[in-house]
């Protein structure tokens, strides 16, 4: 007995020597996430205009086969001397996305109007956290569609795309169209854009001289109004969801960034985003994330393993992404909306609560630890985000 105890003790000591790294990691992580919106936000130097001479060639640009791009191995010397002018906007127009999360090292950017682009939220993201992301359609000039009470502002901007054209190289074109979907459901266009003079409105009628940039364009309505057909997933009213308080908020910190006109600035500021406002959603919520969570963070981290230098995952696995997602909304269509509510669109509660909770700014954008490890966790990468919209165009 006497000679037992010791060994027990010894081994006890010994697996509570191997737990403690293990627990003092978990507790490192948890900390991470409860301050990761408090950490300093990182400072980026500004970045010049394109030169006048790069953008009257840009006149003389062809579309870009976005797969042949992807899959090509370009001489560094080649990648360096050619560049690229991409047109981005939502989420991208924040500098720790853009040039943070996903490493992207623009040379020189320009703020713009895209007359022939509108801005739409129909790209499906994760019900009750993430329902939407920003996408982009044809505009058709001078059609002022009705505006119904229950819009929550989001297609009240009549005027055109309001973006920045960031001048990157043929390199890190390649990696954006891998983070974006790979190539295999977006299309490289190329659009008239018109540079935006530092001013407080948006001109109606762009007055400047036009420059054309690459654009990836992936609408989910046709020309003629009928929903797209396509492999990727969407929903059944593209109009319908509305995005987070988080994900707005990248959007407004980007406009502010860009010093985009006041009237532009102020229309963001006004989309009412996603709000729980009943017990059930935020049960639903609880458990909804409880059983995608883990899925999707074990995709998170397979796809950081498995992408290549360029961010591309295997196909197979691309596909196995699209499955899990594309079951992922099943479950809340079938059985979480009608038994907890709506997770895309803000369930009125006897008066005008979204625009309550729009007004708290960043604490209202305070999410569970348990959401907050669902939107981080992409193994190497960090781009939560792209990883989740290159997921929604089934990669």
Not at 18 to 30: D, K, M, Q, T
Not at 228 to 251: E, F, G, M, N, V
Not at 313 to 339: N, Q, R
Not at 357 to 370: C, F, I, S, T
Request: proline share 7%; net charge neutral.
């Amino acid at each position: 007995m006497s000679q037992s105890t010791p060994q027990r003790t010894a081994a006890a000591t010994s697996e509570t020597r191997e737990a403690v790294p293990l627990c003092r990691n978990i507790a490192s992580r948890l900390q991470f996430l409860r301050r990761g919106q408090h950490d300093r936000k990182r400072v980026f130097e500004p970045l010049p205009e394109p030169s006048k001479e790069r953008l009257n060639a840009s006149l003389n640009d062809t579309p870009v086969d976005t797969q042949v791009l992807v899959a090509s191995h370009t001489p560094a010397t080649i990648e360096k001397e050619k560049t690229v002018l991409y047109l981005a906007y939502g989420s991208n127009l924040c500098n720790e996305t853009f040039r943070g999360k996903r490493g992207i090292q623009p040379l020189s950017q320009v703020n713009v109007l895209v007359p022939t682009l509108r801005l739409t939220f129909d790209l499906p993201g994760i019900p009750y956290a993430e329902p939407c992301f920003a996408n982009t359609a044809l505009r058709v000039p001078d059609a002022t569609p009705p505006v119904s009470s229950d819009d929550y502002h989001k297609d009240r901007w009549h005027k055109g795309l309001v973006g920045v054209v960031y001048e990157v190289t043929l390199s890190d074109y390649a990696h954006i169209i891998a983070t974006e979907g790979g190539g295999s459901s977006y299309q490289d266009i190329l659009v008239d854009c018109y540079v935006l003079p530092a001013s407080a409105t948006v001109p109606s009628t762009p007055s400047s001289n036009p420059f054309k940039a690459h654009t990836l364009f992936a609408p989910n309505v046709k020309d003629d109004g009928a929903t797209r057909t396509s492999d990727r997933t969407t929903r059944p009213d593209p109009s319908y969801a509305q995005p987070s308080a988080r994900y707005l908020k990248l959007i407004t910190d980007g406009a502010i960034e860009r010093e985009l006109p006041a009237e532009y600035q102020t229309y963001l500021h006004y989309i009412r985003p996603y709000t729980i406002t009943t017990k059930k959603q935020a049960m639903g919520k609880m458990l909804f994330l409880a059983i995608w969570g883990p899925i999707i963070t074990l995709l998170f981290a397979l796809s950081g393993q498995l992408q290549d230098k360029k961010g591309r995952v295997p196909k197979w696995f691309g596909t196995l992404m699209a499955m899990v997602f594309g079951g992922m909304w099943v479950s809340y269509d079938e059985l979480f909306k009608k038994v907890f509510g709506d997770g895309e669109r803000t369930v009125r509660n006897g008066g005008d609560d979204v625009v309550r909770g729009r007004e708290v700014g960043g604490d209202g954008e305070k999410a569970a630890l348990l959401e907050e490890e669902f939107r981080t966790l992409d193994a190497q990468g960090g781009r939560r985000e792209s990883v989740v919209e290159a997921w929604t165009e089934k990669v």
